[in-house]
T-cell receptor
Framework: EAGVTQFPSHSVIEKGQTVTLRCDPISGHDNLYWYRRVMGKEIKFLLHFVKESKQDESGMPNNRFLAERTGGTYSTLKVQPAELEDSGVYFC?????????????FGSGTQLSVL | DAKTTQPNSMESNEEEPVHLPCNHSTISGTDYIHWYRQLPSQGPEYVIHGLTSNVNNRMASLAIAEDRKSSTLILHRATLRDAAVYYCILRDRGSNTGKLIFGQGTTLQVKP
């Protein structure tokens, strides 16, 4: 069974450019999450989709970040325009069901470097 | 969410047991204790979780103190592949979201 896959694994862009990260969750997982770790900080929650709907986007840092999950399958996270402080590793995770027995399966992440 | 406290780092020898502690003195009665780990260059990986009773699975064991203010993740025989950052996370039983709050975790070094 394929795990959570993220594309690209690395992205290097200049400040002011746009970058789109993609996440393919495990097939059948309705829940999809985005997390990120910026330099020297802890892994932080960004948002949560249930199918195509945003359940919780309280962790999105500002309106330069746009997440979509059209059709309830894969998701994209667009940063426009990118700033230096956006550099870090962006993780996607998915799960089958919510609740206290929920297990999140994470992808390997996208390393984003904004120069 | 209640906070957890873990040592920054620990060392172990290969094939020996490892006990990774976690303090959560402000835990509420509805909080589950979850453990995830992050291997180098990978995303976090679920390890185990429990509420009150000790739990075992193929990866590890979780020992929960009677007052639930602390817990210990036990790796029975550490291997080099177990070198990772281990995160102890509390999740409310009533939570309907996978919003995990990660701390700094414990970096486990396994020596051959």
């Amino acid at each position: 069974e394929a795990g959570v896959t993220q594309f690209p694994s690395h992205s290097v862009i200049e400040k002011g450019q746009t970058v789109t990260l993609r996440c393919d969750p495990i097939s059948g997982h309705d829940n999809l999450y985005w997390y990120r770790r910026v330099m020297g900080k802890e892994i932080k929650f960004l948002l949560h989709f249930v199918k195509e709907s945003k359940q919780d986007e309280s962790g999105m840092p500002n309106n330069r970040f746009l997440a979509e999950r059209t059709g309830g399958t894969y998701s994209t996270l667009k940063v426009q325009p990118a700033e230096l402080e956006d550099s870090g590793v962006y993780f996607c995770a998915s799960s089958l069901k919510q609740g206290t027995n929920e297990k999140l399966f994470f992808g390997s992440g996208t390393q984003l470097s904004v120069l | 969410d209640a906070k957890t406290t873990q040592p920054n780092s620990m060392e172990s020898n290969e094939e020996e047991p490892v006990h990774l502690p976690c303090n959560h003195s402000t835990i509420s009665g509805t909080d589950y204790i979850h453990w995830y780990r992050q291997l180098p260059s990978q995303g976090p990986e679920y390890v185990i979780h429990g509420l009150t009773s000790n739990v075992n699975n193929r990866m590890a064991s979780l020992a929960i103190a009677e007052d639930r203010k602390s817990s210990t993740l036990i790796l029975h025989r550490a291997t080099l592949r177990d070198a990772a950052v281990y995160y102890c996370i509390l999740r409310d039983r009533g939570s309907n979201t996978g919003k995990l709050i990660f701390g700094q975790g414990t970096t486990l070094q396994v020596k051959p």
